[in-house]
């Protein structure tokens, strides 16, 4: 505002009980209509859906005796193509205004879920690939490409108005143009001859087609440079992939020339890199090996990387070398990879470089483990349920994957909770919500590996929360590793879940991947000992909305068939009323998960 003249402000202000939750989707939308005060579901509301024009997109509707309302996809019901809508919910002379636009921190972005508006719109997708990153002056540059078409969710191979057309570009210079053909499976090849004497750098291509009068592409990149062919080579490996912590590592080291000399006397450089890494052995994938409860409840920590180790040798008489790079030490007891790289330079100075690598690991074994429910199979990780027994399985193997029988394992199981409160800046004056972990030993057991490896214990948890199994291996040099994994434990009553200031809550699948037919078990961190939610499945429009009540420790279930191929997303918007006139105003907030079948 200009100095001396008082800025004008306006505010749109409601008066009203009905709160209208619209949920917009391309091809499927629904509202849902709650009492403000009472923190119910409103039956009998009328609901109209109104454009940006100001009339009705669409007939007005009357919501169920869940309050909820169906409306067809924005798609279908703007008439202008803009996805903006009024929605306007009507009762007993009470009236209440949503706009679509009205997200706060309840919308996908709050929640880092990408969102992408497609309409009618055909969208293309795909690969464009060279198969080399890098060229010379005058080679043939061969491209191969694939291309899919989405519309309304739906994927299919193109028919195409015309050829595709490929341009290569360089520095904002054309350089080559042509039109092939695309094959029935959506697929194209061909090659570009590059000039002599060309421009060097970074080349792009571009494919580009009409479909349906609309214009699709696809992109990639290489660089032409010239360069000149090593004259020898370097070969190198470690006589141990698989370390355990004080182990040396010991690398060998072969350089010769093309021609077959050897390379005696050449300096060579080597340097040992350090970075935290996983240990992920084949067969059992099921299994949790390492520490494995980060997300949302932990503050999981960053990698790290280090130069831990330089050596400065010559190549023996006969072209090979052992270097000997030191005892290896895992990053504070975890898993870690270790890079050895040796550079080796000729008499004309010419640089060749390569590399080896080596895991480390705390111990010479390792406890694999599931937990779960003692009813579920014992591959397969899975919700707990109070009052039920809990099963920790567990398989012993060594660094190279293979079963160790006769391997101590102690296993401790955790209760987390979390301690809340509103702490008051000094500075600011605002109030902050505090979180602080609480973590109660609930059960412990000590086991020895059988001769398949393989241990099992159980526990009966008595109240719903998070339940962390932390299990220690010890190999024959006292040498220890930890595993630790974790999973949720549902029932009713109160359950105190991490907070936050936000209105955002946190939705857990009982699996990562689900086949059709399968039901997904979804745990929704209700801050409230209860509360009225509409559940919905959603990817193009809303597939389907569910009102049902929900408490801190309950679990949702929602049935997946072909349709939810490749994934679905689940989002539930939570109310409860009213409930200290004085201070607790009415609270809605909003949970989202994916999916994938």
Known sequence: AE??????RTALVQVTDLVAHAKIGATASVVWVT?????????????????????????????DKDGIAHFPGAVDASKTGDNRFAVIAEKDGDTGVTWTQWEGDLGPDAANIDT??????????????AERGIYRPGDEVFLKGVLRLTQRGVMTTPKLDSDVEIVVETRGKQIAKQKVPLTKFGTFTTKVKLPEGGSLGLHEVTARAVVGKQHVSLSTSFRVEEYRAPKFKVDMHAEKSQLAAGDHVVVDVDARYLFGGTMPGSD?????????GSFRPEGFDNFTFGIDTWGFDDDEPASYSDVVAKRNVTINADGSLALDMGAAE??????????????????????VAASATVTVHPAAVYAGVIFGAASAKDDERSFGEVGKPMRVSMIAVDVDGKRRGGVPLKVEIKKREWKSIRKKDPESGRFATLSEPQETKVSECTKTSDMNALATCEFTPDKAALYIAEVTATDDKGRTSKTSTSTYVTGGGWVSWQRTDGDLLEIVADKKEYQPGDTAKLLVKSPWPDAEAIVTVEREGVLSATHMKVNPGAAISIKLDDSSVPDVFVSAILVRGRVDPKSAAPASASASASASA
């Open 330 to 351: 895992p990053i504070a007891g975890r898993t870690t990879t270790l890079t050895v790289q040796a550079d080796v330079a000729d008499v004309s100075r010419q640089r």
């Open 35 to 63: 009492s403000l005060s009472k923190g119910v579901p409103v039956a009998g509301a009328n609901v109209r859906l109104l454009g940006i024009d100001g009339t009705d997109a669409v007939p007005a509707t009357t919501t």
């Open 3 to 8: 100095i001396g003249v008082k800025e004008k």
């Open 116 to 129: 992408e508006w497609v309409g009618d719109d055909v969208n293309a997708s795909g690969a464009l690939l």
């Open 268 to 276: 060579v450089e080597a340097t040992m890199t350090r970075d935290s």
